[in-house]
């Protein structure tokens, strides 16, 4: 008998994500098992739950999935979950990655700039860069090999997420950049070719005339939904959009793509026992779609 499909939730936040709970549903998952404030000292005995319940052959039935708003507390509790499987035995179970959406909006993210850059030569600006979705998209971008500029208003932030990129892509070529005001954005973006803002919602990071008088920009992405813009002028809805002679995108121009991406990856954990979405397998998915 075909075992139904489990996803085990695990949260490093004091609630569990109801986005994650919502996307899980949507894309067919049979049962979600949430659970909240997950840490690798209380985690094993939770992987253990499922791995030592089905058969080797049924554990493709069961996977799963990194949640919350800290990514690098995800990195480490993903670090945690697979250090409790038995490899040997083949108890192992899929586990995918997204702290605050940062691997499927990233990946969306860069899926879009691709289309119009060649990201192994490209220079880019991510405002905002030390957020979940901002660290992620300098990886991205930085895997592809182009210089990746990490703004923060404090420079101290940027840096360390530069050390922590230059860890995970030995070849990255990354700098980071103080963005504390929007009087710093001329020098920060100057000869970029893409400017991804991934600030907090709400916040204005770069203003129209800024953006404007850069004549190297082709691509700008606003992925801030709550007005008013990351990006001034940006529509909401844009999607390669030409404003000012670049392409333009906003936050639902590459929402869109990335709950297409999250649906995918999802379904991707229950082909097989042993699958791990973290970002460059995700962003490898939504090149798929
Ligand atoms: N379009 C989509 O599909 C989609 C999906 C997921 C998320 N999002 C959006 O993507 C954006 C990034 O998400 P996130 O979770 O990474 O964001 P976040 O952690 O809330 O914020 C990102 C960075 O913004 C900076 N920031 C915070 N408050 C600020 C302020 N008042 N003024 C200027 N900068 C400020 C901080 O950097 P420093 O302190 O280092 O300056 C912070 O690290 C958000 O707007 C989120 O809503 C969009």
């Excluded at 949430?34 to 992987?47: D, E, I, K």
């Excluded at 700098?175 to 710093?184: L, P, R, Y």
Aim: hydrophobic content about 45%.
């Amino acid at each position: 008998m075909v075992k139904s499909q489990i996803l085990l939730h695990l949260d490093t936040d004091a609630l569990p994500s109801v986005f994650d709970r919502v996307v899980a549903v949507d894309a067919g998952v049979e049962h979600i098992f949430s659970y909240s404030g997950v840490t690798p000292t209380n985690v094993m005995a939770l992987v253990h739950g499922c791995i030592f319940t089905r058969g080797p052959a049924d554990l493709k039935s069961t996977a799963i999935f990194i949640g919350g708003s800290d990514v690098a507390a995800g990195d480490a509790l993903l670090v945690a979950v697979q250090k409790h499987f038995v490899i040997d035995f083949g108890l192992t179970v899929s586990v995918m990655l997204d702290s605050n959406g940062s691997n499927t909006t990233a990946a969306a993210a860069v899926l879009a700039a691709s289309r119009h850059l060649d990201l192994k030569s490209a220079k880019s600006l991510i405002l905002g860069g030390t957020g979940p979705v901002g660290q992620r998209c300098a990886r991205l971008l930085a895997e592809e090999g182009g210089l990746v500029r990490i703004g923060s208003r404090t420079i101290d932030r940027a840096e360390a997420i530069c050390d922590a990129i230059r860890v995970q892509v030995p070849k990255a070529n990354v700098e980071a950049v103080a963005t504390a005001s929007s009087n710093d954005a001329p020098d920060a973006l100057d000869g970029c070719d893409l400017v991804i803002a991934a600030g907090a919602p709400g916040v204005v990071l770069l203003p129209k005339r800024h953006r404007v008088n850069c004549k190297s920009l082709k691509v700008a992405i606003d992925l801030n939904g709550v007005p008013p813009e990351g990006i001034e002028g940006i529509g909401l809805g844009d999607k390669a959009k030409n404003r000012d002679d670049m392409h333009c995108y906003g936050a639902l121009g590459i929402g869109g793509t990335k709950m297409k991406v999250h649906k995918a990856a999802l379904g991707e954990l229950f082909l097989r026992h042993d699958a791990t979405l973290n970002v460059t397998a995700i962003y490898a998915i939504a090149r798929t779609i």
